[in-house]
Nanobody
Framework: QVQLVESGGGLVQPGGSLRLSCAAS????????LAWYRQAPGKQRDLVAS???????DYVDPVKGRFTISRDNAKRTVDLQMNSLKPEDTGVYYCNVDGRWLTLWDWGQGTQVTVSS
């Protein structure tokens, strides 16, 4: 089973930036479409950004133009650069395969992002 380890979260003021990173334990990571998910307090976990094995990206409307997903297949990492952060971006962020196409792997511990003044 693939292990996923997310990092990079923290407390940031509105308008600030954070870069999240996710490392995977297995080489099968390299060929899979990947995604970042967000679970806001009291809400379900939702996909916010995805990237195919060849690098095509997709974003939900609320984060378009502010978030950028990228991957490094050699390092088995997927990152999420988050700019112009808003309080509504607050939540625990997780990476996984793109669940619209693949069965999800076991979730990692996630990384907390809090946007507050």
């Amino acid at each position: 089973q693939v292990q996923l380890v997310e990092s990079g979260g923290g407390l940031v003021q509105p308008g600030g930036s954070l870069r999240l990173s996710c490392a995977a334990s297995a080489s099968i990571f390299r060929s899979r479409p990947l995604a970042w998910y967000r679970q806001a307090p009291g809400k379900q976990r939702d996909l916010v950004a995805s990237i195919t094995g060849s690098g095509t990206t997709d974003y939900v409307d609320p984060v378009k133009g502010r978030f950028t997903i990228s991957r490094d297949n050699a390092k088995r990492t997927v990152d999420l650069q988050m700019n112009s952060l808003k309080p509504e971006d607050t939540g625990v962020y997780y990476c996984n395969v793109d669940g619209r196409w693949l069965t999800l792997w076991d979730w990692g511990q996630g990384t907390q992002v809090t946007v507050s003044s």
